[in-house]
Structure formats: C-alpha cells, structure tokens
C-alpha cells in the first residue's frame, strides 16, 4: 500500500501538517518497500482557493492508495474518494508514528470531510 502522509518537512521524522491541501509537503510511503518519495506542495499552501482539490489531483497522480492527515475539507475529500483514495486522521506525531499506526490499525477512516470548505489554518 502506497500512503501519502501531509508533513511539514519531507522526512520520516517530519512532523505531521494538520492541513491537508495546504500542507508543505506529503511524503509518498510504500509500506510493503519502505520506499520514500516527496511531493513538494508548498506552491498550493498560498492559493487562495482550490488548494485541497490540487492537491488531491497530485497525490491522485502518485498513484497512492491513501492518505494520512489531520484536516480535510470536502472537495478534496470527494476528489480523492472519487478515486478509491482513503483518508486516515493522525492529529500529532511524526510520518514515522503516523505510519506504524496506521500499519497497526490505529488510525480513523474518514467517511466524510472533518472540516468547513472554507477552513483554514495559519502556516505552523
């Protein structure tokens, strides 16, 4: 499974961004490799609208199978759903913790967006 993790830098130890199309980064993990790739969405965490369906079109693209965040809004959460992409909560922690909690079934599968179309978080 390939999952995309929303981070504030591109590393495991990076801590993880709330914000899902305004994230800094999203680290590509392949959990059966351990294989890393880095999406660089610091060009989209300024938009001033349309951030989230952005940057679902590019984790789309990278092929994953799904998502790590804290917050997402409803139109990237239905752009990703649309592609059979699922979205997954960790509040805190590290790419590295969010990963092993998801491996152990820790983390929450959302069913629907957890945040207003129009919420926004102040850059960390």
Same mark, same amino acid.
């Given at each position: 499974? $390939?999952?995309?993790?929303?981070? /504030?830098?591109?590393?495991?130890?990076? /801590?993880?961004?709330?914000?899902?199309?305004?994230?800094?980064?999203?680290?590509?993990?392949?959990?059966?490799?351990?294989?890393?790739?880095?999406?660089?969405?610091?060009?989209?965490?300024?938009?001033?609208? +349309?951030?989230? &369906? /952005?940057?679902?079109?590019?984790?789309?693209?990278?092929?994953? +199978? !799904?998502?790590?965040?804290?917050? &997402?809004?409803?139109?990237?959460?239905?752009?990703?759903?649309? $592609?059979?992409?699922?979205?997954?909560? !960790?509040?805190?922690?590290?790419? $590295? +913790?969010?990963?092993?909690?998801?491996?152990?079934?820790? %983390?929450?599968? %959302?069913?629907?967006?957890?945040?207003?179309? $129009?919420?926004?978080?102040?850059?960390?």
């Amino acid at each position: 499974m $390939r999952v995309a993790v929303t981070c /504030r830098t591109p590393d495991l130890a990076g /801590r993880i961004d709330p914000r899902f199309g305004r994230a800094l980064f999203f680290l590509v993990v392949d959990m059966d490799t351990s294989h890393l790739k880095t999406l660089d969405n610091t060009w989209n965490a300024h938009l001033r609208e +349309d951030a989230g &369906i /952005r940057a679902a079109r590019n984790i789309v693209a990278m092929d994953v +199978d !799904a998502v790590v965040t804290d917050h &997402i809004g409803p139109k990237a959460f239905a752009a990703l759903q649309a $592609r059979n992409v699922s979205v997954y909560v !960790a509040t805190e922690g590290s790419v $590295r +913790d969010a990963t092993e909690q998801l491996r152990g079934g820790q %983390l929450v599968c %959302l069913i629907r967006p957890n945040v207003e179309e $129009r919420w926004a978080q102040v850059s960390p």
